[in-house]
Nanobody, 125 residues
Framework: VQLVESGGGLVQPGGSLRLSCAAS????????IGWFRQAPGKEREGVSC????????YYADSAKGRFTVSRDNAKNTVYLQMNSLKPEDTALYYC???????????????????WGQGTQVTVSS
């Protein structure tokens, strides 16, 4: 069972990135998938989530209107499209899978069963 994030990088303020979360060893369709981020010296915070029941989504206030989470079951992958990026979005971004299938609000890391290794997002001019 493995989750692998990709798509991070260095981007200028106002730019966009699309993060991917690919699964191996299990089917993402049966899990709620959360996106979290952790900046140096800060706690890990929930950014977004997509449920497996009806693909309902949730966004933290910091992500609303800028980030979009989606899933492609054929590719066993979940995406986080991030637009209008700000320097405060700089962090290590993780995806995580929750066997309960729904997004529990607020997003808490302890709810999630499987984690990826993270992908770095740096927003800087």
């Amino acid at each position: 069972v493995q989750l692998v994030e990709s798509g991070g990088g260095l981007v200028q303020p106002g730019g966009s990135l699309r993060l991917s979360c690919a699964a191996s060893g299990f089917t993402l369709d049966y899990y709620a998938i959360g996106w979290f981020r952790q900046a140096p010296g800060k706690e890990r915070e929930g950014v977004s989530c997509i449920s497996s029941r009806d693909d309902s989504t949730y966004y933290a206030d910091s992500a609303k209107g800028r980030f979009t989470v989606s899933r492609d079951n054929a590719k066993n992958t979940v995406y986080l499209q991030m637009n209008s990026l700000k320097p405060e979005d700089t962090a290590l971004y993780y995806c995580a899978a929750d066997m309960s299938t729904r997004c529990w609000i607020p997003l808490e890391p302890k709810t999630y069963d499987y984690w990826g290794q993270g992908t770095q997002v740096t927003v800087s001019s």
